[in-house]
């Protein structure tokens, strides 16, 4: 599968980002897909997920503040980020998970920068 990830950028802590990210390769109906964001010097991790029937995952540390969704006409999910601090400053990787779901990867984009400044 490919993935490609849209929309990061530098937004003012409290505020709104929206990334998108368009998957290819397998039938997108049938794709168990997220996101992950990764800090420097720390390892990937699992931010939101959302599963074929729509059904959603979300890290504790996001919760309330993020939406994930899909569209299945566009091959493309989003997340919503809303209240953003600047610890959500990271590196946000489109991604598939692994055997041990929303702890593996099996693949993933090549990431879109978010910056929140305080």
């Known amino acids: 599968v490919q993935l490609v990830e849209s929309g990061g950028g530098l937004v003012q802590s409290g505020g709104s980002l929206r990334l998108s990210c368009v998957a290819s390769?397998?039938?997108?109906?049938?794709?168990?897909l997220g996101w992950a964001r990764q800090v420097p010097g720390k390892g990937l991790e699992w931010v939101s997920g959302?599963?074929?029937?729509?059904?959603?995952y979300y890290g504790d540390s996001v919760k309330g503040r993020f939406i994930i969704s899909r569209d299945s006409a566009k091959n493309t999910i989003y997340l919503q980020m809303n209240s953003l601090r600047p610890e959500d400053t990271a590196v946000y990787y489109c991604?598939?998970?692994?055997?041990?779901?929303?702890?593996?990867?099996?693949?993933w984009g090549q990431g879109t920068q978010v910056t929140v400044s305080s």
């Open positions: 991604a598939t998970p692994g055997r041990r779901l929303w702890i593996d990867f099996d693949s």
């Open positions: 390769g397998l039938p997108f109906s049938t794709l168990i």
């Open positions: 959302i599963y074929d029937d729509g059904s959603t």
